[in-house]
């Protein structure tokens, strides 16, 4: 089957042990208002472009006759510092695998992120089906039905969950879902004996509080728990697929 | 570390003012018709003499230069004449060499002169008349026990790890004021390591205090550097070689080892340049130290792969017990201590140029790609044949006191071979990736057309541009077609170059170093069929394309495809990561682990860089904020602020790895 793929990093020194081929899934069900991966969010494709380095040389504004660059209005084909990219490839699952394969030599194991790599269940299981002998790592929000998020973590060596917050409304409130889901399948991950690490992202004002981190401490148990600094470079990225980003907005 | 000599040494630089400026000698010497040697023996006592005892209140490792020029022995009528008969390397005097330490530590200069020749003896006694002087400055300080030392070494032998460390300041000193230069410092650990190990065991010292002589002794290498610049200021060969395997094939990784990857941490200071030997047997621990010296950013350690050497320099008629022993000359050459005369970098090939020869000449009548890929190798041989030509005839400086610190037997170097870099191959394997795929395989791009853009500069064919520069495949990502064309030019070079003889009775040797010819050969093509436009620069050594993305683990299998034996003069792949892949002790252990697969896989060499572009460029703007801030260039490592624009803009063009 057919699965979307963002990015593809080649040595993730902190998604995983080892030497990692981490991949990102396009599509995300949540809208984390910091999220500083904002090009994994759509299912679909998109176009990104490095406004910030452009020399305005009009090329990729002139009419073209390729098909896949008609939505966009601009042209991929031709920029002469490669600007204008569009993001999402779609792969087969064998053909993922296979490329991934490609640095078997080296490799040690495969992380799944995203996006939400749980959202791609079945693609993702049908490309570990094809990567024996390899580490798999996923990197997720946790929000998935409970099936689906037994039937991923079951096939996993290491897991990497994010709890952001603790408390419900505040979750709906920057992450546009609630945490229910999440928080059920939290429970399964202290039922079962497998690397597990809780990352919360430190975000000033939002989850960084006190009392939640207290909380979140609480929820989690005996499992460990990664706290991760606020990523500054995110609003990059928000300019390069013209969306606004809530730390500018906050400024205006 | 001792602060008060950093602060005057490193941060005030205070040296400076005590130095004078020797005369001329060369019009007196050309006068007197004196012999070459004559005026080399001449003007090594005339500097000595000039040169001044100055030791700072507890200063253990002390020489420093106060004569900071070395005036010509030759007019430049007599270089032009000497010229016209032979073929001239570099300034004429010799470099990239290393002696034979050991010999120096456990005889002394007067055992060794013993039985020399008269220009031997008088260079011993004027490096021995200065170490005279050094002692009475010490004497009249009430510093004992360094005047002991100075009375010891190097007129008699080393007694102690000490003495051995303050010999070897005084060898490496005298050997710049002779005139040679970018001497390496060989295998430092495992010549040191016996008298530490003796002093230990006998409670002469503690670890801490030879940690302390050994952080100095590195210190000291840098109070005289500014003045010993090559192509640009670093560019000096301070070399020291640490681990590898010893004759009976056990791994040396001592207390040295350690203590110099620690010294190297704590000064983070350009000098000495550290390299390290690591085969496939070489455990992730080790990996693992070196990786946070590396995390450091001075481009320290570099790795080179004893398997892969060792095997590489038998290959080319070394015997075991020689090539075994290997460390590198400035830069990343490998040489033997002792007995090899080899003269390391003499020439260099373009493979860009070959490319585009070949593009210009041959594209058009051939009708396959192999038939055009066999244009290509007689263009490499016909280079390489021009390369070896103008190298006839060569003469080199002779240098009394290097000559006899080598160990040569009846006074003649056991090997005299001659290595030639490949430069810009990475640039070369794209370009033939690029017609392979486009005008053999795919078809989307006729021969007229391209070559038509390339001599356009692309200006007219933004499309093409796009096509060659991003959705090509490029060296790197470990796709076959790049991978076997790699392989080709690895050995088409390789395979030719090292069956030719060199008229001193030596072979050839083909390495895949650049040395600055990634800047110099960039200027003398015009866009390559790559998509690289004109004037931008190759990249150094055995690295990917500039504009290629980088991913790491595809660099390794894809770097290590060909069999990289038959290109060992030299030449790393050498790979920038942004400093803030290393912000964990996790993260540092990954790094080391992947080093460990390079190694494994056959990589020859590796150099790798922490980066931080911001810095780089705020470096730029404001020099006087980053006095001691340090890149790595193409085998040595620099202060930033202090290179040419051009090499500055090249190492911020490097594409940084970042996660």
């Known amino acids: ?252 | 570390m001792n602060k008060k000599l950093f602060q005057y040494y490193i941060l005030d630089k205070k040296q400076k003012e005590r130095r004078i400026i020797a005369d001329e000698v060369s019009f007196e010497y050309a006068e007197l018709g004196l012999t070459e040697e004559e005026r080399m023996v001449r003007r090594f006592e005339y500097l000595m003499s000039l040169e001044e005892p100055f030791i700072l209140e507890g200063e253990e490792i002390p020489f420093v230069r106060t004569v900071s020029n070395t005036p010509e022995i030759y007019t430049e009528d007599e270089w032009n004449e000497l010229k016209k008969k032979h073929y001239i390397h570099e300034s004429g005097y010799k470099s990239n060499l290393c002696p034979d330490y050991e010999k120096v530590l456990k005889k002394g200069l007067l055992e060794l002169s013993e039985n020399g020749s008269d220009a031997y003896k008088r260079c011993v006694s004027a490096v021995l008349s200065l170490a005279r002087k050094y002692e009475e400055e010490a004497k009249r300080q009430n510093r004992v026990e360094l005047a002991l030392a100075l009375h010891q070494v190097p007129a008699y032998p080393a007694r102690n790890y000490y003495e051995a460390l303050l010999c070897l300041r005084i060898i490496n000193f005298s050997l710049w004021v002779e005139g040679s230069y970018q001497i390496s410092l060989g295998r430092f650990d495992k010549y040191l390591y016996p008298y530490l190990k003796k002093d230990l065991s006998e409670g002469k010292i503690t670890e801490e205090k030879a940690y302390e002589f050994l952080n100095e002794f590195f210190l000291s290498l840098n109070k005289d550097n500014d003045i010993y610049p090559g192509v640009q200021p670093g560019d000096n060969g301070q070399s020291l070689m640490l681990g590898g395997k010893d004759k009976e094939g056990k791994y040396i990784f001592n207390k040295v080892t350690k203590m110099s990857l620690r010294a190297s941490e704590d000064l983070k200071l350009i000098d000495p340049k550290i390299n390290i030997r690591v085969d496939r047997n070489t455990p992730e621990e080790i990996y693992t130290l070196c990786t946070r010296l590396t995390k450091v950013g001075l481009g320290f350690p570099q790795y080179s792969n004893d398997d892969v050497v060792i095997d590489g320099l038998m290959k080319l008629g070394y015997e075991y017990d020689d090539a075994v022993e290997y460390v590198v000359a400035a830069c990343w050459e490998f040489i033997i201590p002792g007995v090899a005369e080899d003269v390391v970098n003499i020439q260099a090939l373009s493979f860009p140029k070959v490319i585009d020869e070949c593009l210009h000449n041959d594209l058009l009548k051939s009708e396959t790609y192999e038939e055009f890929k066999s244009c290509v190798r007689k263009e490499i041989e016909k280079e390489t044949d021009e390369n070896c030509e103008v190298t006839k005839n060569l003469h080199f400086v002779v240098c009394t006191l290097l000559d006899n610190l080598m160990n040569y037997s009846d006074g003649k170097p056991k090997y005299v071979n001659y290595g030639m870099h490949g430069v810009g191959i990475s640039t070369g394997t794209d370009s033939l990736t690029a017609i392979e795929k486009h005008i053999y395989k795919d078809k989307d791009v006729t021969k007229e057309e391209l070559i038509k853009a390339v001599d356009e500069d692309y200006q007219n064919n933004p499309e093409l541009l796009h096509l060659l520069r991003y959705r090509t495949e490029k060296l790197g990502n470990n796709d076959a077609i790049a991978n076997e064309n790699l392989k080709f030019l690895v050995d088409s070079f390789g395979e030719y170059l090292n069956n030719i003889q060199n008229d001193k009775g030596g072979i050839w040797r083909a390495g895949t170093g650049s040395a600055m010819y990634y800047l110099w050969y960039a200027e003398g093509i015009g866009a390559s069929p790559d998509g690289r436009r004109k004037g931008e620069p190759l990249a150094t050594n055995y690295s990917v394309s500039l504009f290629a993305d980088i991913n790491p683990l595809s660099l390794l299998e894809a770097m290590t495809y060909p069999d990289l034996r038959k290109v060992i003069n030299g030449g790393p792949l050498t790979l920038e990561f942004h400093s803030s892949l290393f912000n964990d002790e996790e993260a540092v252990k990954t790094v080391g682990r992947y080093v460990k697969k390079f190694i494994e896989l056959g990589g020859h060499q590796l150099q790798l860089n922490t980066v931080n572009k911001e810095r780089m460029l705020d470096a730029q703007a404001h020099p006087e904020k980053y006095p001691l801030l340090i890149v790595r260039i193409w085998g040595w490592s620099a202060y930033f602020v202090e290179l040419e624009k051009a090499y500055q803009d090249h190492v911020i063009a490097r594409q940084e790895y970042i996660i």
């Open chain 1, 1 to 252: 089957m057919k699965g979307i793929v963002f990015d593809i990093k080649e040595l993730g020194v902190h998604d995983g042990p080892g030497l990692i081929t981490t991949i990102f899934m396009k599509g995300c069900p949540l809208k984390c208002v910091w999220c500083h991966n904002p090009e994994g969010q759509s299912f679909t494709k998109e176009i990104m472009v490095r406004e910030n380095s452009c020399r305005h040389c009009g090329l990729c504004k002139k009419e073209c006759s390729h098909p896949e660059c008609q939505p966009y209005k601009r042209c991929l084909y031709v920029c002469p510092d490669n600007l204008v990219k569009e993001v999402g490839k779609e792969y087969e699952a064998k053909e993922l695998a296979d490329y991934i394969l490609k640095n078997r030599k080296v490799l040690d194991g495969v992380t799944f992120s995203g996006g939400e790599p749980l959202s791609q269940a079945d693609f993702i299981l049908e490309v570990i089906s094809y990567l024996d002998g390899l580490k798999i790592n996923i990197e997720t929000s946790g929000y998935a039905s409970n099936e689906v998020f037994r039937k991923v973590i079951d096939r996993v060596d290491n897991v990497y969950m994010d709890i952001k917050l603790a408390d419900e409304k505040k979750h709906v409130e920057y992450t546009g879902v609630s945490n229910k889901l999440i928080l059920e399948n939290l429970e399964y991950l202290k039922s079962i004996d497998k690397n597990v690490t809780i990352r919360t992202p430190l975000i000033k004002g939002i989850t960084d509080t006190k009392e939640n981190i207290t909380a979140i401490k609480e929820l989690i148990g005996n499992l460990r728990h990664e706290l991760l600094p606020e990523n500054d470079m995110a609003g990059v990225k928000y300019h390069m697929l013209n969306k606004p980003y809530f730390r500018e907005n906050a400024d205006e």
